[in-house]
């Protein structure tokens, strides 16, 4: 019978490949983490540090540094990161020269709650607690920022944030009641009184054409108050 060498030679080298990785990654795995590292992906890098990360994964699992690879449950840190209300997403991963790496995205805040509630509402309407880096310039809102005023509040800031001149001009919103809502406007004295969040749209076209010609006329200042809760008309009262 006729030996095929060249098969020998290619299940044999075969063999010693699986048994070098095999080797190999058994190695790697005894290896200890020796470095940690945080890159926060975004521009919304301000609420919370490198730092902070560090020290919350100490909190919970101790010095992770010189810990077995092979110890490591990398969902089990992720969940701790993403536990934080300061992170809206976590990815924990290990090099193969043994550096621990987390890439985190933290939230957005779009409003600042102060009434009833103290913090923040996030671009996703998730409350946000106030952090000790950085303060975020963002609309204030008062009242009774509680329950279903703030889904309001949420649906309000989100239609803010995706117009020019609003997102530039309206610093505050008021919680009356229900369905009862004022706007404060960075350069103007007047209060706008929105009534609910139906109809926005065509309340705010009003508002616009209403500010195009009182701006035009230079009379903006003689306003206390401008109503938008009536059907398509905005209702002016002179201080």
């Known amino acids: ?19 070098l990785y095999a080797f190999s990654n058994t190695r790697s795995n005894k290896k200890n983490v020796h470095k940690m590292s945080v890159e ?7 609420y919370l540090t490198e730092g902070a990360v560090n020290k919350l994964l100490i909190q919970n699992y101790s010095r992770l540094e010189n810990v077995p690879k092979e110890n490591l449950v ?12 300061m992170v809206k ?14 890439k985190i995205i933290q939230r957005k805040p779009i409003g600042r709650l102060k009434g009833t509630m103290e913090g923040y509402i996030d671009e996703e309407g998730i409350y946000m607690p106030f952090s000790t880096n950085h303060s975020a310039r963002v609309p204030i809102i008062t009242g ?13 800031l989100s239609y803010i944030n995706k117009d020019d001149f609003l997102r530039k001009n309206v610093i505050g919103i008021h919680i009356n009641s229900k369905d009862s ?14 009534g609910g969040v139906v109809g926005l749209e065509q309340k705010f076209q009003n508002f616009k054409a209403f500010y195009t010609k009182a701006n035009k006329d230079e ?9 938008l809760e009536f059907s398509n008309q905005v209702v002016c009262t002179k201080i």
């Open 1 to 19: 019978m006729k030996i095929n060498w060249n098969g020998v030679k290619v299940i044999s080298i075969s063999f010693m490949i699986a048994g």
């Open 40 to 46: 926060f992906l975004g521009s919304q890098n301000l």
């Open 74 to 85: 990398l969902n089990t840190v992720e969940n701790a990161l993403k536990a934080n209300k």
């Open 89 to 102: 997403s976590a990815e924990v991963f290990l090099t193969i020269h043994g550096e621990l790496k987390s």
């Open 144 to 156: 009774n920022t509680t329950g279903e005023t703030l889904e309001d509040v949420y649906t309000l």
């Open 181 to 194: 809502y004022e706007l404060k406007f960075r350069l103007n004295q007047f209060v706008v009184n929105l």
């Open 219 to 227: 009379t903006l200042e003689d306003f206390a108050l401008v109503s």
